[in-house]
């Protein structure tokens, strides 16, 4: 599968020609990134009849700066309204929205822009060079292995409680439970329905982001007059092009983080059903674990944004590697590109990369050039995105609650979706002022279900023998990091409690 550097440099210009379409999927993709409830999976499946009727070339091309883009949009209203527009995006609220409460939100998009085509930038490198390689990581990862994965996603919970432990394991297991309500994957029971249909399959996701982050934030908000805090909405009103300097700066300063976190997100990218979500927090979350000052992590911490923005765009180069090796899409937005390359005839698998090693190297191409013009058109934009949180609550709560109670019927089109999108709201704001973590609560409701999904299938590979979860080398390589991840937080703060002490004790003396 060797391919020239004149070949490459020859796709690269031939990427570059269809900017025409690349473009336009980007606009798309940012606006349906931006509002909550609507997907790039949902977009692509509306818009495949066009895509099926465009040559092979310009219809991935527009396939995949729509994807790239959207991953980039989902951080936007969370920076600046608390509101995720997609799973991935929920952890870039942790510190991105505390830095637009401080009167830094366009400092905030600058580093959620740089970071996300930086992180694509360096995964879509990455995997162009090691492509072959990375066809077969997905072969080695099975049930087993996808248990530890999601359980490393769930250990979070513990990092969000480590102010008050015993609220955020509550949260946490409050998510979890509300994560089985539905058919059991194994026997199709319905478990806590309460006889409704709509959720037999399952809680929906989209209304549960929308009610708990959205709608809860938005009754929030009507408690001030800006979403900005008073004290610094003067420094907010003030934003300057020097901010976008700023900003472009400390992504430069945490360039490493930016690498490293991008490539876990290619990695879980190349995962069967992970996805994006599982990819943010496990970044961000080892963000804080690997920190000197994890105490600022929350606050409205750069790194904090950077993270779990590099890891959502690196999934974008991973989600397409075992559909060219394998045939077989990781997710719903890796099926729908299967559909268009098979329908243009493309035999996907091991030969195509000995047939036709040229056309997978294209698509990366196209991916390349969608995340450079995404740098250069996209990052300008922050200075006046960030003016929107200038504007009175009383105007912007009615438009959000109009749109994302729109956005929680589109999915299904259940009217069903709304009303639990306005429950979701209410548990939502009761936990906010209570103060339990809606973020965990989430974390339960996204991985509750793929986590009793890998675990009953790999206890019945092992007949019932839970001894199955220890079984395979990686996963209990993996263990061991989970077990590492719990534990070192807790050493670390017992040694900084023990230097405290012993600084006091010196003082007293």
């Not at 990375?134 to 490393?152: C, H, N």
């Not at 990092?159 to 409050?174: E, N, Y």
């Not at 490493?256 to 979500?277: D, F, K, M, R």
């Not at 990369?353 to 990052?379: D, G, H, N, T």
């Amino acid at each position: 599968m060797d391919v020239s550097n004149a070949v490459l440099l020859e796709l690269f210009v031939r990427s570059l020609s269809l900017w025409w379409v690349i473009i336009p999927g980007m606009v798309l993709g940012t606006v349906v990134g931006i509002l909550p409830g609507f997907s790039a999976q949902n977009t692509l499946i509306i818009l495949l009849p066009l895509t099926l009727h465009m040559d092979i070339e310009s219809g991935m091309a527009f396939m995949i700066s729509l994807y790239c883009t959207t991953q980039l949009g989902g951080g936007i209203p969370a920076i600046l309204f608390n509101m995720p527009g997609e799973g991935g995006a929920v952890a870039t609220t942790l510190d991105g929205y505390p830095m637009t409460k401080k009167g830094q939100a366009q400092q905030a998009l600058v580093l959620c822009f740089s970071a996300s085509a930086f992180g694509g930038l360096v995964t879509t490198i990455a995997t162009m060079a090691a492509l072959p390689a990375l066809a077969q990581l997905g072969l080695y990862f099975r049930s087993v292995e996808m248990v530890v994965v999601i359980v490393f996603g769930l250990t979070l919970i513990a990092a969000i409680a480590a102010q008050d432990l015993l609220k955020g394991i509550i949260a946490g297991f409050f998510g979890l439970m509300i994560g089985t309500i539905g058919v059991d994957p194994v026997f199709g029971t319905p478990r806590a329905t309460f006889g409704l249909l709509e959720l037999y399959d399952g809680v929906p996701l989209i209304p549960a982001l929308i009610g708990l982050f959205a709608i809860s934030e938005a009754f929030v908000m009507l408690e001030s007059e800006t979403i900005v805090r008073s004290e610094d909405l003067s420094k907010a009103r003030g934003a300057r092009w020097s901010d976008t300097l700023e900003g472009l700066w400390l992504t430069g300063r945490y360039w490493w983080q930016t690498v490293w976190t991008s490539l876990i997100g290619l990695i879980i990218g190349i995962l069967p059903g992970a996805g994006s979500t599982v990819a943010a927090f496990l970044a961000y979350h080892y963000s804080k674990l690997l920190s000197k000052t994890p105490e600022l992590y929350g606050t409205g911490h750069p790194p904090g944004v950077i993270a779990p923005e590099s890891a959502n765009n690196g999934v974008t180069s991973g989600t397409l590697v075992p559909v060219f090796a394998l045939g077989i899409p990781g997710g719903t937005t890796g099926a729908i590109m299967t559909i268009v390359l098979t329908y243009h005839g493309i035999v996907l698998g091991p030969r195509l990369f000995i047939e036709r090693p040229e056309f997978v190297y294209s698509v990366y191409m196209q991916m390349l050039v969608c995340y450079i013009f995404m740098a250069l058109m996209i990052l300008p934009l922050a200075r006046y995105m960030s003016r929107v949180v200038w504007v009175p609550t009383r105007f912007l709560v009615p438009l959000i609650l109009s749109l994302v109670t729109i956005a929680a019927f589109s999915e299904r089109e259940y009217v069903f979706d709304m009303g639990l999108a306005l429950g979701f709201g209410v548990i939502g704001y009761i936990a906010r002022k209570t103060g339990y973590e809606v973020t965990a609560i989430l974390i339960g409701v996204l991985m509750g279900p793929l986590f009793e999904q890998y675990f009953l299938r790999a206890l019945r590979v092992g007949q019932g023998d839970p001894t199955i979860l220890f079984s395979s080398t990686l996963g209990n390589v993996l263990w061991v990091m989970v077990a590492l991840a719990l534990i070192l937080p807790w050493l670390r703060s017992r040694r900084r409690q023990g230097v405290l002490a012993r600084t006091v004790e010196a003082g007293h003396e």
